[in-house]
């Protein structure tokens, strides 16, 4: 076995130890599903009128020890409709399960762990003994099947590793996790904000925020403008016909924000960007001495997410993609493909990841129904983007049933300096929407040529990789990234303010982001607050600044000032801002 498929054992053995722990605790409750995800599991009770807290989570866990004691196996059995519909008679949400696989024609499987009966397939550690490193974490709320039409349940999270040692550093990295979490630094650096009025899972940017998204943005433009991207824009609504044409409407339909004209016209809010391009590179007929066509566009998207599933800024209902498509020919694909990849490496090096590992982002041929085009199709693309990555000499880990619905793509994954892993950037290989759009261009023999199309996004959602970037730093960013790149404290504001505000216009002149501390508080206190705000560089200014001597420059993360000119210091600033280290 696998050792991520043991730990998933592990994992999915630990949701029904939690399950029969809650109905021991609380007979009247009524368990619904719990699967193993990533880094730990969950699992869905109805409670009725029981309500419980994270206060709880001790009293369950001791009762899960206790249960524990009396597992020796666990025994799956195959059994027919009628005696699992007789065995979960107590159960709604089991039976609606069970009613289910009979219609589909699936094998119906029990489970048993001492006196629990469950209904499950299958996926167990060996021994329920093994399961014994866990811990539970929080409550939340979740409607049953993700359907906000369903019923509220109560979810109960936790982990559980195959050894005390990986559990006690997961749970020191959650406590580490919670110090940096992005909604926290987010208010204390004001970066951004949320409100009621406007809505949930709706971000405001503050001006420091905007500035950090701006500098993201811009650099990634200069790297696509390096390489012959040109900007378009485009609505944020369209026709329905649009995303029936794409197939999004038949894929995403319950995703997506509607809107009704006054002459009954349905229109949707983009969650995406890739149909609206095809209609630009549409408008005429292109020759193949104009290929490939290629348009950047960052933009904001729209998708009607479940309120119990937003998180900060990692799921959100309004999102900015940095967006880019190349129409291109097939000849054209290997090389528009490391063009991206280059941007990728450089930005990502910039704002502070080590090297990225690559992900082969494949579709799952036994539920093809989820897919556009022909499997002949989808195995062109794979094989093309496999031999890229073999050309690139990257080692890519494949991963079935993670393509987009409409090809194949290759993902890019960091590892945060908590030891996270996230997937961020992207760049996906398309040929199925030229086809569904009939995109071609006229060939060397006069002939309409079928294009392919490249989808590239760098951030991906910058909302979403802003919270990853935030907690990564710990909210102390590059100093090229930073809101406020240079503090100036001065001593008193009587007698210092003037000189220190003609010096931070000095550095601004030069393209410096200065913020100069104009209240009348102590310098302690001065000092305190700008470490706060996690600014790289703090200089008090008092009579020795002000008759032009030395500076003594404060630098973030360092116990000793440093001691240089003026020249010096602007040198090292400007420099580490070009370089972008």
Known sequence: ?????????LRHSCAHLLA????????????????????????????????ISENDLPKIEEKMREVLKTWDSFEIREVPVEKAREDFAWNPYKRELIEEFAVQGKTITETKQGDFLDLCKGGHSESPKDIKHFKLLSIAGA???????????????????????????????????????HRKLGKELDLFTFSDLVGPGLPLWTPRGTLLRLALDEF?????????????????????????????????SEELFKIKTREGHEFAMKPMNCPHHTQIYARKLWSYREMPQRYANTTMCYRDEQTGELHGLSRVRSFTQDDAHVFCRRSQVKEEFLAVWDIIDTFYRAV????????????????????????EIWQEAEDQLRKLAQERGVVCKE???EAAFYGPKIDFMAVDSIGRR??????????????RFDLVCVDEQGKHERIVMIHAAIMGSIERFFSILIEHHAGAFPVWLSPVQIGILPVSVEKHLQNAVEFAEKLRSVGVRVEVDETAETVGNKIRKA???KIPYIIVFGDKEMAGEPLMVRIRGKEEQAKMSREEFVDQVLREIQEKK
Request: charged share 30%; proline share 4%.
């Open 1 to 9: 076995m696998k050792q991520n498929e043991h730990v998933d054992h």
């Open 20 to 51: 029969f722990s809650v109905l021991q605790l609380w007979p009247e409750a009524k368990n619904a599903i719990g699967p193993a995800v990533e880094n730990g599991f969950y699992q869905d009770f109805d409670l009725g009128d029981v309500k």
């Open 143 to 181: 409607y049953w099947r993700g359907n906000e039409k369903n019923k509220m349940l109560t979810r109960i999270y936790g982990t559980c590793f195959p050894t005390q040692e990986e559990l006690k550093a997961h749970l020191t990295m959650l406590e580490e996790a919670k110090k940096r979490d």
């Open 220 to 252: 990634v433009w200069e790297l696509r403008r390096e390489r012959g991207y040109m900007r378009v824009e485009i609505p944020h609504i369209t026709k329905k016909e649009l995303y029936e044409t794409s197939g999004h409407w038949a894929k995403f």
């Open 352 to 375: 502070g990841f080590g090297e990225l590992s690559v992900r082969l982002s494949l579709h799952d041929p036994d539920h093809f129904e989820k897919y556009l085009g022909t499997p």
């Open 399 to 401: 991963e079935k049933g």
């Open 422 to 435: 996230w997937q961020v950037a992207t760049i996906q290989l398309d040929i199925n929407l030229p086809e």
């Open 531 to 533: 470490a706060t705000q």
